[in-house]
């Protein structure tokens, strides 16, 4: 069922495409953004690749330190996976690279991940609180005050879960969850830079493609990303992502169809910049062995002629 509600999504948003005739006017719309912009959108989007590689870096310091290249790679890796993959299957390649790359067990990993989605959850509630249209301010205060104290109690309730669940694979889960917790303080700082970044970048890219204000961009990207959070997208998140950000500038008095030209416009620089980043640090990691590779012939190669 699941399978079907993605390519449905993404096999309507397709058809919509070709049969209103959009499909060139989201070329179109893409040639009309500037080259400052574009390089501001890329830049941004590697300094949240950056950030990310951080907070792997720092939790897994026993395992990671000094190979922060490493980190990255393992990074936009992932995030390619999770971007191009069907229903967030990418999520598994965490634990799997992280094993693969630092010996970090699975189960470790595994809680490390259900950390960090929560917490990007919760950062992701706040900032759509702050942003969403039409809400009133008292509202808006509630609202962000219930989520701090949420991620406040989030390391508490792990360590509780943990005492609770000690043995056997839920006390191993329990644990890993509890040992990521124990990180949260560093791990907040990372999480909640790269959401105000990547909301940022993608908020001014959403108000030029709509010739609207920072504040509508703001509440566009908001709903794209808490799209992309749901256990049930289009492939490649086609179709749901961009359904989400539409819904949002609707209520900005955004017209539905702009708003989906829109974030399917956007949604192309994301996957690109995604894709791209992968592909040079899996190019450079390549390059980076082969010439190790060799260095070690020619020291074997010298040693034997000496």
């Known amino acids: ?86 229903m967030r299957a990418g999520e598994l390649s965490f634990p799997v690279l992280l094993k693969r790359e630092f010996a970090v067990p699975m189960m470790r990993s595994g809680g490390s991940l259900l950390w960090l989605r929560a917490q990007d959850a919760i950062i992701l509630a706040t900032l759509s609180v702050l942003v969403w249209p039409g809400l009133a301010l008292a509202l808006r205060m509630a609202g962000v005050s219930l989520l701090i104290i949420g991620g406040i109690l989030l390391p508490h309730v792990a360590q509780r879960l943990l005492a609770k669940f000690s043995t056997g694979k839920l006390g191993d889960a329990c644990a890993a969850l509890a040992d990521s917790a124990h990180h949260a303080r560093i791990g907040w700082l990372w999480t909640i830079a790269n959401w105000v970044v990547k909301l940022m970048v993608l908020s001014l890219v959403f108000a030029q493609l709509l010739a609207a204000d920072w504040q509508v961009g703001a509440a566009g990207a908001v709903g794209g990303e808490l799209a992309a959070i749901l ?76």
């Not at 310091?61 to 980190?71: K, M, S, V």
């Not at 690109?272 to 992968?278: E, G, K, Q, R, Y």
């Open 1 to 86: 069922m699941k399978y079907f509600v993605m390519i449905s999504l993404t096999g309507a948003f397709a058809l919509w495409l070709v049969v209103s005739g959009q499909g060139a006017q989201v070329m179109t719309a893409l040639g009309t953004l500037s080259a400052p912009l574009l390089l501001l959108l890329f830049a941004g989007m590697i300094v949240t690749y950056l950030l990310r590689a951080l907070r792997v870096y720092y939790e897994f310091g026993d395992a990671t330190r000094g190979r922060f290249g490493a980190c990255l790679k393992l990074v936009l890796t992932h995030n390619a996976l999770v971007n191009v993959l069907p």
């Open 231 to 306: 256990p049930v997208q289009g492939v490649a998140g086609i179709g749901s992502y961009e359904a989400g950000a539409a819904a949002a500038l609707a209520l900005s008095d955004i017209a539905w169809a702009d708003g989906l030209k829109a974030a399917f416009s956007l949604h192309l620089l994301v996957l690109a910049s995604a894709l791209v980043s992968a592909g040079m640090a899996l190019l450079a990691s390549a390059i980076f062995r082969n010439r190790v590779a060799s260095d070690d012939a020619r020291t074997d190669k010298s040693s034997q002629e000496s």
